[in-house]
């Protein structure tokens, strides 16, 4: 097989337990995990359409293996899969029999698709908690497609994760702000659920995520604070296309 597409790793962080500023604590953040995201530098379309088996094949027999040996026993490996991904049956052998579950999460993905699919696909991430894989629900907060409650809903969720959209209109309007410590309340509701908030690119972002009651957060941030060091490991190169 064909090397795929390259990919590369961005760290999700929680908060300074002593609530200091990235700026002023010795160790910023705690490393929840990571999440394989396609591409270099962007997300490339898939070429052809379904050429997203192959990549998954390699990630989850491969890449993900050696990333999941190499990290801190507490640190997870966070992937994107879609309600067509899941019920694909390649798909879900890769996920439902892979050995380091404990050690996976899978993020459910925001897709419009016809609600047979969605209702089959909710019954899978349902089972993956069940056998011990963590699931994020992606794209909360976009206002189109899949409600991201909607999916919370149907299986429960060990995450949920903010669109960075709701993070830049709360940067101005109190009205985003407020829809931003909502989503974080509905998340603490749901024993054991985390909210990230995605998006965070400045100083002034951290403090907005963590204000609004973020348990955790991701962005270029970490990168410009010299967080990603230790994943530069993994970023693989290759071509950013499919």
């Known amino acids: 097989m064909s090397e795929p597409s390259a990919f590369r790793a961005e760290p999700i962080l929680s908060f300074a337990l002593d609530g200091s500023s990235p700026e002023q604590a010795t160790v910023p953040t705690t490393v929840l995990g990571y999440e394989i995201l396609r591409g ?4 490339p ?3 052809p359409a379904r050429n997203w088996r192959a990549w998954y094949l390699a990630m989850m027999t491969r890449h993900i293996p050696e990333m999941v040996r190499a990290l801190p026993s507490g640190q997870r490996i966070f992937i994107n899969l879609s309600s067509a991904q899941i019920l694909d049956p390649t798909i ?3 996920v439902t ?3 380091y579950a404990d050690r996976l999460v899978v993020e459910w993905i925001e897709t419009p698709v016809h609600r047979r699919t969605l209702m089959a696909a909710a019954r899978l991430f349902g089972h993956l908690r069940e056998v011990g894989v963590q699931v994020a629900i992606d794209d909360v907060g976009t206002g189109h497609g899949q409600d991201g409650f909607g ?41 054991g659920t985390l909210l990230v908030v995605e998006w965070v690119e400045t100083i002034a972002d951290w403090h907005l995520a963590r204000d609004c009651g973020a348990d955790a957060w991701q962005g270029f941030l970490s990168r410009d ?4 060091c230790s994943i530069n490991g993994f970023t693989k190169g290759g071509t950013d296309e499919a």
Do not use: E, F, M
């Open 151 to 191: 999916r919370l809903s149907l299986t429960g969720a060990d995450y949920l994760k903010v669109d960075g959209r709701v993070l830049i209109r709360a940067r101005r309007h109190k009205a985003a702000r407020a829809t931003l410590r909502a989503l974080a309340a509905a998340a603490h509701d749901a024993p």
């Open 225 to 228: 604070l010299g967080l990603n």
């Open 45 to 47: 379309i898939w070429r």
């Open 40 to 43: 270099r530098r962007r997300c």
């Open 97 to 99: 029999a892979c050995p």
């Open 92 to 94: 879900q052998a890769l």
